[in-house]
Every structure is written in structure tokens, then in C-alpha cells.
């Protein structure tokens, strides 16, 4: 069992739904990424053949466990082991989502990290008194949140694009405006603050 599974499969189980009904019916299906096969069991019964495809080979064991019909293969991604033409359709569903939710993660660090440490510098520079006496954890909370409001920004991407029929939604839409919109908005107020001074 992968640790996190039933969150994954709950998560997964609307993206699954969709890619189901766009499936030819009776058609030879790829699952890349496959893992243990929490989402494997939606698209068996619409095709004719499926091969589930993962990496990790514990999680193809449990996959066959879960699936015994299932051929479940272990290869890298890059590297199929399969002719061209061998499938009608392949799925590739929680990678897409992890992908932009890493690139939601990266850019959040970058646009906040920017912003804290230019208000570190600029505090610095105006030796304001409370940063002046408590430098180390100034430090400490602009990581703190700097990594925290990261991760909120990837977690609520990732969730809000749980069902690909409804992109971009309005958590995806209010996520990415406040990854940019906060770090702007402090930094203009900060600027303000910092000149009335």
C-alpha cells in the first residue's frame, strides 16, 4: 500500500472519470505512472486490453495484486518497451497535475523569495529598529513564509485542477493571483511604509 493512497485516489477519481469516457471503447490502453493501481480499476472495464506502466516495482506488485488481470510492466517512461502502434490511447493523469503543481511550488519560492529578501535588504538599509534588534528571526519567519505560502500555492493548484472538464477553475484562477498579486502588493506597501520614514 502506498502511504497516501486513498487521498491520491480520491484526488485522481474525477480526472480518471473524464479521461474514462473519452477511452475508444474496446481499445488497447497504456496507464503510465501507474503506481499501485488506485486508478487502474476505472478504465478496465472500458477497454479491451490495458498494461499498467510504473517505475517502482513495489507498487507494480501491488498493482497486480489489486489487479490480477492487469499486465503491469516496469520501465522508465523514456524508455518504452513497446512497438509503435501497440496502443489505442495512453493515460498519463497524476503526473500532469503533479507537474504543474511543482511548477506552481518553484515559481512561488522565486516571486516570494525575491520579496522577502528585498524587504530584509530594505529594512536593513533603513535600519528599522524591531528588524535591527531581531535579525535572525526575521530570517527565520520570512522563510517560514516564503516555503509556507509556497506550498499552499502548489497544494491549491494541484487540487484545483481535479477535473480537467472545468479548467481553468476558480481556485486554480484565485491561486495564481494571489502568487503574484501578494508578493506585489507587499512590496509596493513595504515601499510606502519604508518612505514615509
Request: aromatic residues 8%; positive net charge.
Amino acid at each position: 500500500m502506498i502511504i497516501g493512497e486513498q487521498v491520491l485516489e480520491e484526488l485522481g477519481s474525477g480526472p480518471a472519470h473524464m479521461a474514462r469516457a473519452w477511452l475508444p471503447s474496446g481499445g488497447r490502453l497504456l496507464e503510465i505512472g501507474c503506481s499501485s493501481g488506485y486508478l487502474t480499476h476505472h478504465f478496465l472495464g472500458r477497454v479491451r486490453s490495458m498494461v499498467g506502466l510504473d517505475i517502482n516495482p513495489a507498487a507494480l506488485a501491488s498493482a497486480r495484486g489489486r489487479h490480477p488481470h492487469l499486465r503491469a510492466v516496469c520501465s522508465d517512461v523514456e524508455r518504452l518497451p513497446f512497438a509503435d502502434g501497440s496502443f489505442d490511447a495512453v493515460v498519463m493523469l497524476e503526473q500532469f497535475r503533479i507537474g504543474i503543481a511543482v511548477c506552481a511550488l518553484i515559481s512561488s519560492l522565486v516571486l516570494n523569495g525575491l520579496t522577502a529578501s528585498w524587504l530584509l535588504r530594505l529594512a536593513g538599509r533603513r535600519q528599522i529598529a524591531i528588524y535591527v534588534r531581531h535579525q535572525e528571526w526575521a530570517g527565520v519567519i520570512a522563510t517560514t513564509v516564503v516555503v509556507a505560502t509556497s506550498i499552499g500555492a502548489a497544494i491549491f493548484t494541484y487540487i484545483g485542477m481535479g477535473n480537467p472538464s472545468h479548467l481553468p477553475d476558480i481556485l486554480s484562477v484565485l491561486t495564481a493571483l494571489a502568487a503574484l498579486l501578494v508578493p506585489i502588493g507587499i512590496t509596493y506597501f513595504s515601499r510606502i511604509f519604508a518612505n514615509s520614514r
